[in-house]
């Protein structure tokens, strides 16, 4: 049974996509240790598929020569990136691992080919020759959530091998082992992660994620101007902050938050605070600034804006973050293993809707719901996005992606207070249910519709372009 771990479900990185982004990144970090200490002539990348389609809109191209060149992606310098790239292309040059310099022509040394591999829709092959004659050639897949497989290897192999006390595949498993044991939801997921970790390193990994949430959500609200791209995106979470904060006074982050929490709450004013927070995180990621997978890049914004939501508006103290996550997390792993996280396989509802789903369980424990009442919660946060394609104009992470986040936090809160209003024995629709119909609605959805900018917004809107 797989094992996915919450931590594998949220990561620290940078954006604009997990899949075409972080996955690119990682693959050629992975590709890295095949060369090492050999002496290199040349590298070529072959980008497939949606990788291929919408490669330059997400960066893949920028992704795959930062890895080439030894940078992690948790620890870049974001605000280099721009120079960083510009000296590949001017020098025509690539340092690979900072190690060996070598000539490299971006423009023709990366292809973005038309065809698509046989396994998933984001593939590439890395090809290196070396000075002795040798040559190795690798292809790997992006499955999604900054997940790799590469080719001959297949999820199974690249698994958790310790085994979890609770194993869970599915909704039905977990039902099984809170009636068992008589634990509750969170106890269950955490009593998993401690067959992996101490108490310490996930309290430790905890703040740290919540610690990035927090500084892209007010990173990207004391940010102004264009986003880049060419598609002319005016950032807007700076305005309504401005608006909504007033003339109160603060110097860092907590200090924000603090004065967040005496300004109007009305429910005009808390809508727009969650749809300012949604629109910061998912601003920062359209500029290759850093954020948290959760579960993807494109959805970034959804539950640091409902966690904020929480912390400011509904008077739960900071040690409900680590019960959110550690519930979240669990409810996208069950979608990850039995539908999908990739919206180049199943759309914007593998991104946004899983998301929500996973927002709207976190916050409904959170808010003293019961584990049903959680999962019942994550059941209608995705039974309303259930559909929903994605087709990013340009294949830039920005329309529609951005402000489906904002859409994704407020149906996430939505599915919380109908979930914690109502009895989840009377629900009609179960969570495995409405897994199993998100896969089956993926399957049947049309390529031009899954991240590919073939389809919907993306050959509909007619946009004045710029060079950026």
């Known amino acids: 049974m797989e094992q996915i771990s919450v931590f594998d479900i949220f990561k620290i990185g940078v954006g604009p996509s997990s899949s075409h982004t972080m996955g690119p990144w990682v693959a050629a970090q992975q590709f890295l240790n ?40 948790k620890t870049i310098a974001v605000n280099k990136i721009d120079r960083y790239i510009e000296e590949i292309n001017v020098n025509k040059r690539l340092n690979v691992n900072g190690a060996q310099s070598i000539d490299f022509d971006p423009s023709v040394d990366i292809e973005f080919l038309q065809e698509k591999l046989p396994y998933h829709p984001n593939g590439m092959t890395l090809i290196a020759k070396f000075k002795d ?40 498993d977990l039902l099984k082992h809170m009636k068992n044991s008589d634990l509750d939801i969170y106890d269950v997921v955490y009593q998993n992660e401690l067959a992996l970790k101490s108490e310490e390193e996930i309290d430790s990994e905890v703040i740290e994620l919540w610690s990035a949430m927090k500084a892209s959500i007010y990173n990207g609200c004391h940010k102004n101007g264009i986003l880049p791209g060419g598609l002319n995106v005016v950032r807007r979470a700076f305005n309504i902050n401005v608006d909504l904060i007033a003339d109160k006074q603060y110097t860092s982050e907590d200090e924000w938050i603090a004065a967040i929490k005496t300004c109007n709450n009305s429910f005009s004013s808390v809508t727009k605070w969650v749809s300012c927070f ?43 973050i680590k019960k959110f996550i550690l519930v979240a ?18 759309g914007c509802q593998a991104e946004i809707g899983v998301s929500s789903a996973m927002a709207a369980a976190g916050l409904t424990y959170c808010m003293g719901g019961s584990s049903q009442q959680v999962l019942q919660a994550a059941e209608i946060a995705m039974e309303h996005h259930l559909g ?36 989840p024995e009377s629900a009609k629709v179960t969570l495995d249910e409405v897994i199993k119909t998100m896969k089956e609605t993926a399957e049947a959805m049309s390529d031009k519709f899954k991240e590919t900018s073939e389809g919907g917004l993306a050959v509909n809107i007619s946009v004045a372009v710029s060079e950026c």
């Open 388 to 423: 929903l394609t994605c087709d990013p104009i340009m294949g830039l992470v920005q329309v529609p992606c951005i402000e489906r986040n904002t859409m994704g936090a407020m149906k996430a809160i939505t599915a919380s207070q109908i979930a914690l209003a109502g009895n």
């Open 278 to 320: 949604a629109l910061a995180v998912n601003e920062e990621n359209a500029s290759f600034g850093r954020i948290v997978t959760a579960p993807t890049n494109g959805a970034a914004g959804v539950i640091p804006a409902v966690l904020l939501y929480m912390l400011c508006f509904c008077e739960t103290p900071s040690v409900a």
């Open 329 to 346: 997390g669990e409810i996208g792993s069950l979608f990850k293993k039995g539908s999908t996280i990739s919206a180049a396989m199943g």
């Open 34 to 73: 095949k060369v090492e200490d050999k002496a290199l002539t040349s590298v070529k990348v072959k980008l497939y598929g949606s990788l291929s389609k919408t490669g330059k809109g997400h960066g893949t191209d920028v992704a795959i020569l930062l890895g080439l060149s030894g940078y992690d992606v």
């Open 133 to 172: 004659g040798l040559k190795i050639e690798e292809t790997y897949y992006s499955i999604g959530g900054g997940f790799v497989v590469q080719e001959g290897q297949n999820e199974e192999q690249v698994k958790n091998t310790k085994v979890f006390p609770y194993p869970i595949a599915s909704e039905n």
